[in-house]
């Protein structure tokens, strides 16, 4: 069970090499693009496919595809996004890293669909081997003339580099990763315009995550009529998840869309259940910006339904009792782990990455990190609960791009489902002063004195 | 971070002008200023891994552009460095997934054993610890970047040894030497 596709020839030995990747099939679906389909008709198979952008919002990638402005002559671009820099998600780097012509591939085909004869990769500054591996495949992919002038004697040129980002989470939203391409700051783009209209240097632009690009080839291969068939309902296909956290096997996976998150989390197959057994506390399903769930919303909704690996059914009952599946950065977190600790730590990720052109965001996330900080130190006051719940709220939506949400959710879920946690900290100063106090006494065991203490 | 007048020597040798003239023919002709970061890690890479005020400067030149316009970029992001930094600087992932698989105890360690607090250079000029924000290596916690490689899976037994190989030279930067 579960089907392979991205990852279906990860174990082949050498398939980094453009030898044996084309020998085990690679560059066919740039042949049967080219010399047998229409762009437009490349567009289709990936509508029909059912396709969601894998970077986290989950948009049909067909469909943003069908946006890109055609009419107006101007050149187009597509830019893959491996600016991967969400915490928990670590998949892009595992592709780009032992299959790169995957992504090369898919870079060649889209390229096709879209009408672009120069696209980019836009890799994040860290993964700078990963860079090179890169620049060495598209060399050997040049070589073999699947790149360059007249590609299979069509007469459709492509030029393909890749870029490199230098540290900054920001670039991954795709205004601020279009900025940063044309060698300016990462400051995100009001929209409108979309790219699609006004992105790159002006002209018509996708930027599409690694994971999406990377199953083109598979759908244009086996048609998107196919791909819709695995996977539930709207969330179609398959999805790379990255497990980290307290977990027996950390690591990426590839899943079929609607595995239960129980046999994804407990099999052998999968991650085989909690580290050294321990009692799990909670999960944050699709990376550090989506609501955090307490252990009993995991595998069960609210109204008792089995939660599945989906789109759909990860956001059931909305931040309300649910999360998101959002980049499939999936961390998971032990009895041990203090909540108010891994949300401060979350709130200074989030101050340190933002770009700094929207006040509720620059001055909001430096807020949150301080009162979170003073909190988990113990000088938080009882009144410091509420204020942290104000100021998220007043971020949330307030801002150009999605940073700003992404800041205030985990800290908005962290207060509904673990208020009881910030009371404790607020209330028991002494208690909390090591900074792995949940290691020697989990919060369970002492949950009772919260409930006991009558609010003054 | 703050900028720094310290001196450094510039040399833009002939294989790095190579390099620098290969990552610019892959932007059209008018739109050179697109190869700004690309080109800013290999002139830092060759200059001690730092970029001062004058390097910054030739850098505007080779792509007909404003100083300013290199200072707004460099000041941005955080793989540039504005000051001098240690030969073999050790940036320990804290960001949640790495904090809970105990990153922060380990860099605390690193800390005692080279004798030195979060940021500061040990008098040899070899070694500096400083804390970053996520690496996207979550699965593989604790871990730390060094050059362009990360070590991975870490212990304390696995840091001593990493000491051990920069003290030995044994570690290239920008050549994978040890893995994990």
Redesign the interface.
């Known amino acids: 069970m579960g089907q392979k596709i991205l990852l279906e020839h990860a174990n082949v030995p050498g398939i980094k090499t453009y030898e044996v990747y084309r020998r085990e099939g690679g560059y066919r679906s740039v042949e049967k693009a080219l010399k047998s389909m229409t762009p437009d008709e490349v567009v289709e198979e990936v509508k029909t496919s059912g396709l969601r952008g894998r970077g986290g919002a989950g948009f049909p990638t067909g469909m943003k595809w069908s946006f890109i402005d055609k009419k107006s002559g101007k050149p187009r671009h597509l830019v893959c996004n491996a600016d991967e820099s969400e915490p928990g998600t670590f998949k892009d780097r595992y592709l780009m890293e032992y299959i790169p012509h995957l992504l090369i591939e898919g870079m060649i085909t889209s390229s096709y669909a879209l009408g672009c004869n120069l696209s980019y990769i836009y890799i994040r500054g860290e993964y700078m081997w990963v860079y090179r591996i890169l620049e060495t495949a598209i060399k050997e992919a040049y070589a073999a003339g699947w790149l360059g002038k007249n590609i299979l004697g069509t007469g459709w040129d492509l030029d393909l580099h890749v870029h490199c980002g230098a540290g900054a989470y920001i670039c991954g939203e795709e205004t601020a990763l279009i900025e940063s391409l044309e060698g300016k700051r990462g400051n995100p783009r009001i929209k409108p315009p979309f790219p699609a209209v006004s992105g790159l240097w002006a002209n018509p632009t996708v930027v599409n995550n690694v994971e999406s690009i990377a199953v083109v080839p598979w759908i244009v291969n086996n048609t998107g009529a196919e791909y819709a068939k695995i996977g539930i309902g709207r969330s179609t296909g398959t999805k790379l998840i990255s497990a980290s956290g307290h977990c027996k096997k950390p690591g990426v996976y590839e899943i079929e869309l609607g595995l239960s998150v129980d046999e994804f989390m407990n099999s052998d197959q999968y991650l085989g259940g909690m580290m050294d057994d321990r009692p799990l506390k909670a999960l944050v399903p699709g990376g550090s910006s989506v609501p955090i769930l307490p252990a009993h919303l995991i595998f069960k909704n609210a109204e008792g339904g089995d939660r599945l690996m989906s789109y759909e059914s990860l956001s059931e009952g909305g931040f309300a009792s649910g999360s998101m599946l959002g980049s499939g950065g999936f961390i998971v977190y032990n009895d041990t782990t203090c909540v108010v600790r891994n949300t401060w730590n979350f709130s200074r990720f989030y101050h340190h990455e933002s770009c700094g052109q929207c006040s509720p965001c620059r001055e909001g996330t430096g807020w949150m990190e301080k009162v979170l900080h003073r909190i988990e130190n113990g000088h938080g006051r009882e009144e410091d609960i509420d204020l942290l719940w104000d100021i998220q709220r007043k971020i949330e939506g307030n801002t150009i791009c999605p940073l700003g949400d992404a800041a205030a959710w985990p800290v908005a879920a962290a207060i509904r489902h673990f208020r009881d946690e910030f009371e404790y900290h607020v209330r028991f100063p002494e208690k909390i002063k090591s900074r792995d106090h949940f290691v020697a006494e989990p919060f369970e065991q002492v949950k009772h004195l919260v409930e006991r203490q009558p609010v003054i | 971070m703050e900028i720094s007048h310290a001196h450094q020597e510039i040399n833009i040798t002939d294989q790095l002008a190579e390099r620098l003239f290969e990552l610019i023919s ?3 002709p008018d ?1 050179k ?6 080109v ?2 290999e002139v830092q890479d060759a200059h001690d891994n730092w970029l001062s005020i004058p390097l910054q400067d030739v850098v505007a030149g080779m ?1 007909d ?1 404003k100083p300013i ?1 290199v200072y ?2 460099v000041s ?5 460095n504005q000051k001098p930094v240690a030969k073999y600087m050790f940036e320990f992932c ?4 790495c ?3 105990g990153s ?2 380990l860099m605390d360690y690193t800390c005692n054993k080279l004798g030195v607090q979060e940021g500061e250079i040990t008098p040899d000029g070899l070694f500096q610890v400083v804390g ?10 604790p871990m730390l ?1 060094l050059g ?3 070590k991975e899976h870490l212990n304390h037994e696995k840091v001593d040894q990493l000491i051990a190989d920069c003290r030995a030279g044994k570690v290239d930067l920008h050549k ?1 030497t040890i893995t994990e």
Do not use: W
């Open positions: 892959h932007y059209p739109k200023k697109s190869a700004l970061l690309p800013l890690h792509l552009i316009e707004e970029v941005f992001y955080t793989m540039f804290r960001t949640s997934c904090a809970v698989r922060e105890n970053v924000e996520c690496l996207g290596a979550c699965g593989y916690a970047q362009d490689y990360y994978l």
